[in-house]
Nanobody, 127 residues
Framework: QVQLVESGGGSVQAGGSLRLSCAAS????????MGWFRQAPGKDREFVAA????????YYAESVKGRFTISMDNAKNTVYLQMNSLKPEDTAVYYC????????????????????WGQGTQVTVSS
């Protein structure tokens, strides 16, 4: 099991930037992918970005490509999500998640591709 703690959420105006952090502890050596998801009120949880621990290969949702960047610091067991050019539609609770079994690149874009989740951090973008 991997414990995940997100931080860095907050309120920002449209066009602004935020950087989210996800600190992982526990059996991190078993993690294959780390992902970021978000959930807005009344909507399903949706994939934002993912990164593979061993190769740093990244994946993005089309809605954030070119604006968000996922990265990791292996020494700190921390994954980051740099969010630039934020829009009001980016408002949501953002969750960090860990895949412990090495799912396929299609599965990692869905919630079922992950085993452990953080508690979430709120991001609010005002127009």
């Amino acid at each position: 099991q991997v414990q995940l703690v997100e931080s860095g959420g907050g309120s920002v105006q449209a066009g602004g930037s935020l950087r989210l952090s996800c600190a992982a502890s526990g059996r991190t050596s078993r993690s294959y992918y780390m992902g970021w998801f978000r959930q807005a009120p009344g909507k399903d949880r949706e994939f934002v970005a993912a990164i593979r621990w061993s190769s740093y290969i990244t994946y993005y949702a089309e809605s954030v490509k070119g604006r968000f960047t996922i990265s990791m610091d292996n020494a700190k067991n921390t994954v980051y999500l740099q969010m630039n050019s934020l829009k009001p539609e980016d408002t949501a609770v953002y969750y960090c998640a860990a895949d412990l079994y090495g799912r396929s690149s299609s599965e990692l874009r869905t919630s079922r591709g992950y085993d452990d989740w953080g508690q979430g951090t709120q991001v609010t973008v005002s127009s």
